[in-house]
């Protein structure tokens, strides 16, 4: 089954606020599409194997390994939006 | 000392105070000069003879009138300048937009992100870890285990009021976690929790709510079946929850990628990369969202996209959808049945935005009136079996017209009539089988309220539907008050009128002040009533009350005048061609007092008539609803 991409809740709607009228917005966001059962939450057994998993990976990873890789995710984000400065910088430029 | 001092910074802020200051100088200066202009545009001047002395040489050029033009540009100056000034305060920036520019939203910094690793590991000391299941399920599908959701919305003074409730069941196969506690105790030996590994009676916790981010919650509240409050997870507990069941859903998708792919590093590094994208404080676009994911996943060695991936990843990447726009609300529930079905209720206060363009609305507003049509979207039906949605106005109102439309096209939708794709063009057909989704509204019948009833929705893409309720005022309501008014000043003017075209003899000055009457009268009725009210429709009744108020008092003004004039004229008779009485008539303003009078008594009979008319109608109206004969509701959709 395909999942289609999602909505956010609230999302632009050509009679979003029309005049005079009170419009009350989605208390809730609400995904565009509903998601497949997942079989894995429906076996007990794989989900207390599952949980006894996760929680020795919890327990396992050392401060040290993860201030590393949060140093890596940061400088992946920098590196990211430096990439797309200059993009925009040189999209301005051109259209100038 | 001033060369010693350190030279100004002009700083935004400073340069900002700066022109406040300049704007109350000018305020003062403006009004201290609309002032002078004033007094000299339209009263004497010490030194100038009086104005009764007409025998003072006039000057060629008078600049009394020139004067006056400027008294008027000044004021309105001063008043287009304040009224800026107000405008400028009132203008609400939107709030930038996530990737506004095209570039990154994920904002944290290196400790806010080392904080949440610390969390994560606190938890998994913690009994939360035996909810994460639940946790995950309630919020990727809360309509799995949502029954019945109500969602009522009140008009409450200027506030609206929404109040939900949630019935939930809760599967036993995320529930069972006696062999989880025993495992936390033994292997931790530190229960953090205190009393759940003795007990057995470990507190759940419920996500009742998935708020958009940035949204603010007013007055929330949330309580269970007897009506007690509970607590709510305060945002470090819940983001405990949220990092451990990322890495739960980690964990789980991991089982079905290549192990020779992943690394513990790289499952660090998406981690760090995925929480940035959920506890990062602005929202993430769209493209952000999906690159971000996209890049997390390939660090922990899932690559493929589409149709043939894994439920385990499709529950990852939809759960990191959803959290990048969305933050829950989780309530703690320390008790539950044998039948594992929980009642949560929460409510929240809202000020809903009044934009009015159009004249008929602007000028509601102008009469101290407030929009009647409430618009709301029944979103929550995809998240719960069966949805009921109640739209209700206060006592003194009725439900008018009731419609749900579909958003994308404006078609009214007929009974069980759905929208089969809202995306591609809109298509509303009509389901058949066994009759889901299925939605029905109740029939007015004069209630103060809507109410719409939703099932079968929950597996549906979301529909793009809006229901539109309109309320009006009870009958008779101020429409019956107005028509006293009516009627009362139509009398007075009319007999006073009548007195006065037919020269009856003045006695008295009684008739001046019973001709205000009506507008007394007019100013209570209309202004002192339903001041609090959300809504208030009685634009009849409110126009009539003004032209009623007016005709009155000039009706008294007149009265006076033209009495003064009639006085003037016999004391001074040489002058009775220009102002006075000239053979029968009294002429005011050039006008005789004859078509005065007659010009008010067609105003006041005019307005009678008017909401005479209005009363009638809207009675009927109203009174038709009473009477409906209570039929099955097989076509209630109107």
């Not at chain 1, 089954?1 to 966001?29: C, F, W």
């Not at chain 1, 050392?62 to 940061?74: G, L, M, N, P, V």
């Not at chain 2, 600049?63 to 008043?79: H, S």
């Not at chain 2, 035996?130 to 009140?154: A, C, D």
Request: glycine content about 6%.
């Amino acid at each position: 089954m395909t999942i289609q991409s999602h909505r956010e809740a609230g999302a632009a709607l050509k009679n979003d606020s029309p005049d005079g009228i009170y419009v009350v917005e989605p208390i809730e966001y609400v995904r565009s599409s509903s998601l497949p059962d997942n079989e894995l939450l429906k076996n007990q057994e794989e989900v207390k194997s599952l949980l006894r998993d996760t929680r020795k990976s919890i327990r396992g990873r050392t401060r040290e390994k993860i201030s590393q890789a949060i140093a890596a995710a940061i400088a992946e984000v920098i590196k990211d939006q430096e990439a797309e400065r200059s993009a925009v910088m040189a999209t301005r430029r051109r259209s100038a | 000392m001033t060369s010693e001092s350190e030279p100004i910074v002009w700083t935004p802020e400073r340069l900002r105070n700066r022109l406040m200051s300049w704007h109350r100088i000018f305020s003062v200066s403006a009004g201290a000069a609309a002032a002078i202009l004033g007094w000299s545009a339209f009263l004497p001047l010490p030194w100038e003879p009086p104005l009764t002395r007409a025998a003072h040489p006039q000057p060629l050029f008078h600049v009394r009138p020139a004067m006056a033009v400027a008294w008027v540009l000044l004021l309105t100056l001063i008043t287009a300048t304040i009224n800026y000034r107000y405008r400028r305060h009132a203008a609400s920036s939107p709030p930038p937009a996530a990737d506004g520019n095209g570039l990154s939203a994920l904002d944290m910094s290196i400790p806010d992100l080392q904080r949440v690793f610390d969390l994560r590991a606190e938890a998994a000391l913690s009994d939360k870890m035996i909810s994460l299941p639940m946790f995950v399920s309630l919020i990727l599908q809360p309509e799995k285990s949502r029954m019945r959701t109500v969602e009522t919305v009140s008009l409450e003074g200027r506030v609206i009021v929404q109040d939900v409730t949630v019935e939930l069941s809760l599967s036993d196969a995320l529930l069972d976690d006696s062999w989880e506690r025993r495992e936390a105790s033994e292997a931790g030996g530190d229960d953090r929790s205190g009393h759940g590994a003795e007990t057995g009676n470990s507190e759940i916790y419920v996500p009742i709510l998935n708020c958009p981010k940035k949204e603010m919650i007013d007055n929330f509240r949330v309580r269970d079946r007897e009506g007690r409050d509970l607590d709510i997870l305060c945002y470090e507990e819940t983001i405990q929850l949220i990092s451990s069941s990322l890495h739960f859903l980690i964990q789980a998708a991991l089982r079905e990628s290549d192990p020779e792919m992943m690394s513990l590093d790289g499952i660090d590094r998406a981690e760090a990369l995925f929480l940035m994208l959920i506890c990062g404080n602005t929202t993430a676009s769209q493209k952000t969202t999906e690159k971000t994911i996209q890049a997390g996943l390939s660090h922990i060695g899932i690559n493929g996209k589409g149709d043939d991936e894994a439920q385990t990843v499709t529950w990852l990447r939809e759960f990191l959808r959803t959290l990048a726009h969305a933050f829950p609300v989780v309530a703690v529930v320390s008790e539950i049945d044998v039948s594992r079905r929980l009642q949560i209720s929460y409510s929240r206060t809202t000020i809903p935005p009044n934009k009015s363009k159009h004249f008929r609305h602007w000028l509601r507003l102008m009469l101290g009136l407030r929009p009647v049509t409430v618009q709301m979207s029944p979103g929550m039906a995809h998240n719960s079996k069966s949805y009921h949605l109640q739209v209700k106005a206060p006592d003194s109102q009725y439900l008018m017209e009731q419609t749900l439309r579909c958003a994308e096209c404006g078609r009214k939708l007929s009974s069980s009539e759905i929208e089969a794709d809202s995306r591609g063009g809109c298509e509303h057909v009509r389901p058949s089988g066994d009759g889901e989704p299925y939605f029905q509204l109740l029939r007015k019948r004069g209630q103060h309220y809507a109410h719409l009833y939703m099932r079968g929705f929950a597996g549906l893409q979301r529909q793009n539907i809006r229901l539109t309720a309109s309320f009006g005022e009870v009958p008779p309501g101020t429409l019956a008050s107005a028509a006293i008014t009516a009627v009362t000043s139509f009398l007075l003017i009319g007999a006073v009128g009548v007195a006065e075209t037919t020269r009856l003899a003045r006695d008295s000055d009684i008739p001046a002040v019973l001709l205000v009457i009506p507008a007394v009268a007019a100013s209570w009725f209309g202004f002192v009533s339903d001041t609090e009210a959300v809504l208030r429709s009685s634009l009849a009744a409110r126009c009539s009350l003004i032209l009623g108020g007016f005709t009155s008092i000039a009706a008294s003004v007149l009265f006076i005048v033209s009495g003064v004039v009639q006085q003037d004229a016999g004391d001074r008779p040489a002058a009775a061609g220009q102002t006075g009485q000239t053979g029968d008539s009294t002429i005011v303003l050039g006008i005789g007092v004859g078509w005065w009078w007659s010009t008010l008594v067609y105003l006041a009979g005019a307005n009678l008539v008017y909401v005479l008319v209005q009363l009638v109608v809207r009675s009927n109206a109203y009174r038709r609803l009473l009477r409906k004969e209570a039929l099955f509701n097989d076509d209630t959709v109107t």
